[in-house]
């Protein structure tokens, strides 16, 4: 390739560019790595996934003796309920789960942006992991009143990412505190509240309980929630794990 | 201060001028509330804040009224007293719709006390058999006396509680007010670590939840004499009881910490956050599901419809007043906070 050395801006645009790209891919192996580490103290201590499976299942269980024939209403609105508790529980530990110091051996390395968003998308993956099996358990117990099968799978991945990004926050902050366990419960439930009610609805609409044709605006603003949390989780998380 | 003249003032204003504004004339109720279609009938209505004998009995004029272009207006018009007028109604014999009944409204139209209407006064039922000559397009409504004076508009179902908008409805701007300053503090708390921008933020807060449970019970006051019962569980009050929820959560993650400084920054994060919630909550929420709060559907706020302009005189200033009052209060909460602080040495 042949150019002009002495030309200002083939020379200097690409070196910046190259800089912001380098530090891009940085932050990319980065968030690759502690994506990874995620998985793999997941994986090491089998005892957190299994006890959250095993709860899911108890749940279900118990729903399965409580009534052996649920109506579909009822059906939605206890799935919604089994699938908050076990997200709760299963992301309260994203925070707690890590010594002091090593949290502090991070707060020397690396970019907060970074650590946030690889449990975010950890969470959000090991959620609709769960809902998936809470689903099949469930349905297996209770039968299964959905309709709308590509719907539904929406309102799960949907649930999964708003669950994910909102619970891993409310967890990072109650991490901090005494009583981390209460605080998960107080702090996240209003918070979380126009989310769950909007899945109810979508998840009606999916059973063919309620007749919508204008869910898209449900989803819309589920995803426009799901944007104004993430951007203030990235906004605020610097302010909070600094100790 | 200025502000704190000008907000006490505002507030005996909007007091004043609130309860004592007389309601517009109108129709309490009409006696008896049924009739056949073809029927003569004498009719009593009876009236609230009315002064019926403040003009001849000729000069009022009543009509039974379907729609714009049907109604039968009454002759031998007897008024009783200022409160009762009896009128006499020729029913034509068919009715405007091919219904077995329809629902007639009551209009009277008075030279002194204006026009005022009773919306499905009457009930008529179609009877086959009648044989009377009149028609409905016979006296159209028209020529209404508009009487201009200062008063509140006399509503059905409400009556005069609607007054309580001056008091109930300003509660919620102030409570948006203080819970947005108590964000902007709390941004500046995060930016400077300066602990008085925490104290302002939590005064604020503090404020603003004042102003949530004064709302809820100005409300279920109201909720208990318009709804007929103080709690119905209308989206409007569970979402601002789950508000309050968060603020009251808010409060608690800041008593949660050993460091009072580690507190003050966490809950100045968790405030923030709580705030955007909170939009979703009051705004987005209440769009899905019916309420019997007035502009329900699709619509956080109340239409224009419900204010006119004598309840635009005294509602802003109430609303002004009031975010006045909260912020004079968050003041002295602050000021309160900070000789607390000084005295426990924190700061």
């Known amino acids: ?243 | 201060m200025w502000w704190k003249t000008l907000s006490a003032f505002l507030l005996v204003y909007a007091i004043i001028a609130g309860m004592l504004i007389p309601l517009k004339p109108g129709i309490a109720y009409v006696s008896p509330q049924s009739a056949k279609s073809g029927q003569q009938i004498s009719l009593q209505f009876h009236g609230y804040n009315t002064y019926y004998t403040a003009a001849p009995a000729e000069n009022i004029r009543i009509w039974l009224q379907y729609d714009a272009t049907q109604a039968v207006m009454a002759h031998d018009v007897t008024l009783l007293s200022d409160t009762t007028v009896s009128a006499t109604f020729d029913l034509p014999s068919s009715l405007p719709r091919t219904t077995p009944s329809v629902m007639l409204n009551a209009i009277i139209d008075h030279p002194v006390d204006g026009v005022s209407l009773l919306p499905s006064a009457i009930e008529v039922r179609a009877d086959t058999s009648a044989t009377a000559t009149t028609t409905w397009t016979a006296h159209p409504v028209d020529q209404l006396h508009i009487v201009k004076d200062v008063s509140f508009p006399y509503r059905n179902v409400i009556y005069e509680t609607i007054r309580n908008t001056y008091y109930h409805v300003p509660m919620w701007f102030s409570l948006l007010i203080m819970f947005l300053a108590s964000v902007v503090y709390s941004v500046r708390y995060l930016r400077s670590q300066n602990p008085a921008d925490d104290r302002r933020a939590v005064a604020f807060t503090e404020v603003g939840l004042l102003f949530g449970i004064m709302g809820l019970i100005t409300g279920m006051m109201w909720a208990h004499f318009a709804w007929g019962a103080a709690w119905s569980n209308d989206i409007k009050q569970l979402m601002t009881a789950v508000a309050l929820l968060i603020y009251l959560a808010y409060f608690i993650l800041r008593t949660s910490f050993d460091e009072p400084e580690k507190g003050a920054r966490l809950a100045a994060v968790y405030n923030i956050f709580a705030f955007s919630s909170l939009i979703p909550l009051l705004y987005i929420v209440p769009r899905m599901f019916a309420s019997l709060h007035p502009g329900a559907t699709g619509s956080p706020a109340f239409g224009s419809q419900d204010l006119d302009n004598t309840m635009r005189l005294v509602f802003y200033p109430a609303i002004l007043g009031f975010i006045l009052l909260g912020t004079w209060i968050a003041q002295l909460r602050y000021r309160h906070l900070t000789i607390q602080d000084k005295v426990l040495g924190i700061d």
């Not at chain 1, 002009?4 to 968030?31: H, N, R």
């Not at chain 1, 990412?161 to 209460?182: D, E, H, L």
Request: no cysteine; hydrophobic share 60%.
């Open chain 1, 1 to 243: 390739m042949t150019s002009d050395p002495s030309s200002l801006t083939q020379t200097v645009l690409p070196l910046a560019f190259g800089k912001i790209f380098q530090k891009l891919m940085q932050s990319l192996q980065l968030f690759f790595v502690l994506l990874r580490k995620e998985f793999v103290i997941e994986f090491r201590q089998r005892y957190a996934i299994s006890g959250i499976v095993l709860y899911v299942f108890s749940m279900v269980f118990v729903v399965y003796i409580a009534s052996i024939k649920v109506q579909p209403q009822v059906w939605n609105i206890l799935f919604w309920l089994i699938i908050l508790f076990a997200s709760i529980n299963a992301v309260v530990k994203s925070f707690v789960q890590e010594s002091g110091s090593r949290q502090l051996y991070y707060y020397q390395l690396i970019n907060p942006t970074v650590l946030i968003l690889s449990k975010i998308v950890y969470n959000t993956v090991l959620l609709l992991v769960l809902s998936i099996l809470s689903y099949g358990a469930y349905s297996l117990v209770a039968g299964n009143p959905v309709k709308d099968l590509q719907l539904f799978g929406l309102v799960i991945l949907l649930a999964s990412v708003g669950f994910g990004i909102a619970f891993t926050f409310i967890a990072s902050i109650a991490a901090k505190a005494n009583n981390s366990a209460t605080l998960m419960a107080i702090l996240s439930f209003p918070v979380i509240l126009p989310i769950l009610l909007t899945l109810v609805r979508l998840s009606a609409i999916a059973l063919r309980l309620i007749q919508d044709t204008a869910y898209k605006h449900d989803i819309v603003n589920l995803l426009a929630i799901d944007v104004i949390l993430l951007t203030l989780t990235f906004l605020l998380f610097p302010f909070i794990w600094k100790d």
